[in-house]
């Protein structure tokens, strides 16, 4: 049986990494007038570069090359190839979203709209699309119908570690993803202003000051997921510095972009 309280923190969870994003929309775009275009081409940006492309790059290197597969079994270099990979697939992706499908959109609440829609589909996805289904093979095994429903779906072996996943779990651990989610967004925002204030000013070393943030931000993580860092609170413990620091940024990069309003736009 899936306990009342892990389903009560899917439900949270899903409440939080759906509505967050589109409360964001809703508020910045009564407040600033921000562009729909922008936060749809973030939406898009993800979609393309690292669900798609970043990760058909992992299915190769982590589960096909058997090279590559036994390299990264050293934890640090696992490490450094998981946060390198995100940072240099979503950054070029927001460099390519803004320098080329928004063009003359350069101002601060251009790169609000692009994080929100950037930041906001990969919560929508994991704590939103994910989340539901976790809600509905909670329900089917705590009815006795989740074998029966699924069987001819996916193989005995996945619907056994899905259920043993649900069961087992601790319910907070369910919880942590909507506040992960929550916390992750103010980064993607901050990291869109970085990228599009580089474009603004003509200097591609933006770009890459961004791939390295989001890669070392992406380190402990990937320490978590390799099994080298054992205690989520550590993770979360970071990941609240990293959006506190992110939220700062936000606020204070208002002044930049305002600064250089009057600049050549590139």
């Known amino acids: 049986m899936v306990s009342n309280t892990s389903i009560m923190f899917l439900i949270i969870s899903l409440i939080i990494s759906v509505g967050l994003p589109l409360g964001l929309v809703a508020y910045f775009y009564k407040k600033y007038k ?3 275009k922008c936060v749809f081409i973030g939406v898009l940006i993800f979609i393309i570069f690292s669900q798609i492309l970043e990760k058909a790059l992992h299915y190769f290197v982590l589960t096909k090359n058997p090279h590559t597969i036994a390299l990264l079994k050293n934890p640090w270099l696992f490490m450094i190839y998981g946060g ?5 697939f979503e950054e070029v992706g927001r460099y390519i979203g803004f320098k080329f499908l928004l063009k003359g959109q350069r ?6 709209a692009y994080g929100i829609g950037h930041g906001g589909i990969e919560a929508i996805l994991i704590g939103g699309v994910a989340g539901i289904q976790n809600i509905v093979y909670s329900n089917l095994i705590n009815s006795g119908t989740f074998e029966k429903v699924l069987s001819a779906k996916l193989p005995v072996s996945m619907l056994t570690s899905i259920k ?3 069961e087992n779990t601790p319910s907070y651990m369910f919880g942590f993803i909507g506040i992960e989610r929550m916390l992750v967004l103010p ?3 901050a990291l869109s202003l970085v990228v599009l204030y580089g ?12 791939i390295i943030i989001h890669a070392i931000v992406d380190f402990p993580a990937a320490l978590y997921q390799a099994g080298k860092i054992k205690s989520i609170f550590l993770i979360e413990g970071v990941v609240l510095v990293v959006a506190i620091i992110s939220l700062i940024f936000i606020i204070k990069s208002k002044v930049l972009f305002d600064k250089t309003s009057s600049e050549k736009v590139y």
């Open 34 to 36: 921000i562009s729909i």
């Open 187 to 189: 980064l993607h925002i």
């Open 84 to 88: 390198l990979a995100a940072g240099i």
């Open 164 to 166: 043993n996943s649900l």
């Open 107 to 112: 101002e601060w609440k251009d790169g609000i």
């Open 199 to 210: 474009i603004k000013k003509g200097k591609k070393i933006y770009l890459l000051y961004a």
